[in-house]
T-cell receptor
């Protein structure tokens, strides 16, 4: 039961253009969403997050959009840079205990930014 | 600032051998700790989490176990490894009521 889905395993974008990574989820109880960036043989690095009470969060070149009715979130990277080439995971969070959260991760999208 | 360490970075073990992976967090106290596994071609899967010393919760039944002997130390173990235990193991932490988890560098385990 894949509760968080990233249907595009890979994406190639020209440097300077916009990268749009998509993520769909099925459980309406998720209340917090995150994007992580991962380089090979390294742990994921937190990128940006959004609470379910918002529909947009922006941090520099990165913007996350949340459409609750569609159970869809997306990450926009503008402008894309070669250093952005990595695997991007979206994650949805639900509470386990106060202060502890279970993350359900998507399978990742490999972004390649072409110089 | 807080840092999270994992070792070893890579490990090759024969089937049936024991396993011990260690994770430590510096710069914070009483963190919530998590073990994840990323199998080839799959997303990250939560294996265990801990809210305090000696408190372990398992999310997925398997032949792995976890322990938290000290506040900032989290250990993943197995008595007998299976081929299916191969993967990339990640430790993560979050502080207090903060939502965001931060990951360690990971351990690449290959079981032959």
């Amino acid at each position: 039961d894949q509760q968080v889905k990233q249907n595009s395993p890979s994406l190639s974008v020209q440097e300077g253009r916009i990268s749009i990574l998509n993520c769909d989820y099925t459980n309406s109880m998720f209340d917090y969403f995150l994007w992580y960036k991962k380089y090979p043989a390294e742990g994921p690095t937190f990128l940006i997050s959004i609470s379910s009470i918002k529909d947009k969060n922006e941090d520099g070149r990165f913007t996350v959009f949340l459409n609750k009715s569609a159970k869809h979130l997306s990450l926009h990277i503008v402008p894309s840079q070669p250093g952005d080439s990595a695997v991007y995971f979206c994650a949805a969070s639900k509470h386990l205990h106060p202060g502890t959260y279970k993350y359900i991760f998507g399978t990742g999208t490999r972004l390649k930014v072409l110089a | 600032s807080q840092t999270i360490h994992q070792w070893p970075a890579t490990l090759v073990q024969p089937v049936g051998s024991p396993l011990s992976l260690e994770c430590t967090v510096e710069g914070t106290s009483n963190p919530n700790l998590y073990w994840y596994r990323q199998a080839a071609g799959r997303g990250l899967q939560l294996l265990f989490y801990s809210v305090g010393i000696g408190q372990i919760s398992s999310e997925v039944p398997q032949n792995l176990s976890a322990s938290r002997p000290q506040d900032r130390q989290f250990i993943l173990s197995s008595k007998k490894l299976l081929l299916s235990d191969s993967g990339f193991y990640l430790c993560a932490w979050n502080a207090g009521m903060e939502d965001t988890q931060y990951f360690g560098p990971g351990t690449r385990l290959t079981v032959l």
